[in-house]
Nanobody, 125 residues
């Protein structure tokens, strides 16, 4: 069992930065891939970024490449999403998720077993 709690969302102007955190409980954190997804009002949930268990591999949605960085600190059971140059279209609830293993940067929701409640990110122009 893994419990995930996100934090760090907020209301920011376009061009600003935010750093999201996701704190995980459970002893398996260092063994699993972690991912970030987002869901905007009226839209499907979409993949944002993923990182393998030791941080050796990452993968991003094309629209965030070069602006967002996913990282993790296994000693703190925490995964981060650094978001720079934010745009209004980044507005969404951001959720972290724990993958079903640690070897791949999964992009599909069904490859993730546990989900946090989400944190709201709102970017205004």
């Amino acid at each position: 069992q893994v419990q995930l709690v996100e934090s760090g969302g907020g209301l920011v102007q376009a061009g600003a930065s935010l750093r999201l955190s996701c704190a995980a409980s459970g002893r398996t954190f260092s063994a699993i891939t972690m991912g970030w997804f987002r869901q905007a009002p009226g839209k499907e949930r979409e993949f944002v970024a993923a990182i393998t268990r030791n941080g050796g591999s990452t993968h991003y949605q094309d629209s965030v490449k070069g602006r967002f960085t996913i990282s993790r600190d296994n000693a703190k059971n925490t995964v981060y999403l650094q978001m720079n140059s934010l745009k209004p279209e980044d507005t969404a609830v951001y959720l972290c998720a724990a993958g079903r293993s640690g070897f791949y940067t999964y992009t599909r929701q069904y490859d993730y077993n546990y989900w946090g409640q989400g944190t709201q990110v709102t970017v205004f122009s």
